[in-house]
């Protein structure tokens, strides 16, 4: 089984930290780059082509996660893109959705329901 690359875009280093070893320690998984904000973003996904992508609504710079999310879309446009986001309300996700997003998940103490999404 290949394993699957992930981009994981968050701007707080200790999720972002936290996020990169939960992928790694899944054997279905693998980590590719992280990124803290939209453009770097943008470059990680150029430079390192991943399969999928976890990507936080709120990260540094000028551009929010949702505003980036359009443009990776159309960078990769058969990657998963997973909006992870403490901000769960149903116009956010009609909106991601919209947007090109896989999945929008709401996070919580639980990670699983991430790396479920990921898998598929």
């Given at each position: ?64 996660g949702m505003d980036v999310l359009p443009e990776l879309r159309k960078l990769l446009p058969e990657a ?41």
């Open positions: 089984m290949t394993e699957r690359r992930v981009l994981v875009v968050e701007d707080v280093p200790e999720l972002s930290h936290l996020l990169g070893m939960t992928i790694e320690l899944d054997d279905r998984f693998t980590p590719a780059a992280s990124a803290r904000s939209g453009p770097e973003a943008l470059e990680m996904a150029q430079v390192h082509r991943p399969d999928a992508i976890v990507l936080d609504v709120s990260i540094d710079g000028a551009e929010s998963r893109i997973i909006v992870f986001t403490a901000h769960g309300n149903l116009q956010q996700q009609e909106k991601a959705l919209a947007r090109g997003a896989s999945d929008y998940i709401v996070k919580g103490g639980d990670l699983q329901p991430l790396l479920d999404s990921l898998a598929r």
